[in-house]
């Protein structure tokens, strides 16, 4: 069992930037696959960003060169750097572990960006 605790969300102008962190558990962290996606009001879960354990990193096209994700394998973190965000970013943003072919989700942080 993973747990998974996101935070640093919160209310940001259009054009601003936050961090979002992930803490995880377990003494595997450096094996997991870790990622960020996620979900509007109204609309499905959608993929944001990944890495995986050899830090392979793969982006959505609707977040390409704004956001960055990195991981800390010491402090079992995962981090997503958001900047120059806009309206349409405005969402919950779940993490998630991906360990032995198995999904983990922490409970997500509502990231709101006015206009």
């Known amino acids: 069992q993973v747990q998974l605790v996101e935070s640093g969300g919160g209310l940001v102008q259009a054009g601003g930037s936050l961090r979002l962190s992930c803490a995880a558990s377990g003494r595997t962290f450096s094996s997991y696959t870790m990622g960020w996606f996620r979900q509007a009001p109204g609309k499905e879960r959608e993929f944001v960003a990944t890495?995986?354990?050899?830090?392979?990193?793969y982006y959505a096209d609707s977040v390409k060169g704004r956001f960055t994700i990195s991981r800390d394998n010491a402090k079992n973190t995962v981090y997503l750097q958001m900047n120059s965000l806009k309206p349409e970013d405005t969402a919950v943003y779940y993490c998630?572990?991906?360990?032995?072919?198995?999904?983990?989700w922490g409970k997500g942080t509502l990231v709101t960006v006015s206009s």
């Open positions: 890495i995986n354990w050899n830090g392979g990193i």
């Open positions: 998630n572990a991906r360990v032995s072919g198995m999904d983990y």
